[in-house]
């Protein structure tokens, strides 16, 4: 599966179910936790690295760290979700990994997110290559 997400809707479009759009959206929803929590790791990686440790404000890095705690939350229901989905569809599950090893989601989440990106800017490539490092995405 080189594109999982391109490989789910091709799926949805080629099913015969009758609320498509539905799922559409519902994935792309799913697709979009996934990236916040991208989104919020960076944020929390360039505090680090532009904060000085003596200046680093515990508030700030508490409340990060309770936005990071929910959007992980939210990736672990997408990647259980984004399962089902595949279910329903008869295809094989894109987040092939245990859901409760919050380690392999986070690092799944970024993986995924970052591919998305890559073929986006890499037109000749659906994803780029390094990322089939990780299994559960190739």
């Known amino acids: 599966m080189d594109n999982p997400i391109l ?7 080629k099913s015969e179910l009758s609320d498509k759009e539905q799922y559409r959206n519902e994935i792309r929803s799913l697709v979009r936790d ?3 929590y991208f ?5 929390q990686q ?4 532009t904060t000085p440790k003596d200046e680093r404000n515990d508030y700030i890095m508490k409340r990060d760290d309770i936005r990071r705690r929910e959007c992980h939350d939210r990736c672990v229901y997408s ?3 984004l399962n089902e989905i ?3 569809l008869g ?4 987040c092939d990994l245990d859901t409760g090893d919050r380690r392999k989601v986070a690092e799944f989440c970024g993986y995924l997110y970052i591919s998305l990106y890559c073929s986006n800017i890499m037109c000749s490539q659906q994803m780029a290559k390094w990322i089939k490092v990780y299994p559960g995405i190739a």
């Open 7 to 13: 490989y789910l809707f091709e799926a949805l479009d």
């Open 34 to 36: 996934l990236g916040e």
């Open 39 to 43: 989104n919020i790791v960076v944020d």
């Open 46 to 49: 360039m505090y680090y690295y």
């Open 79 to 81: 990647c259980e979700r």
């Open 86 to 88: 595949c279910s329903v």
């Open 91 to 94: 295809i094989d599950k894109i």
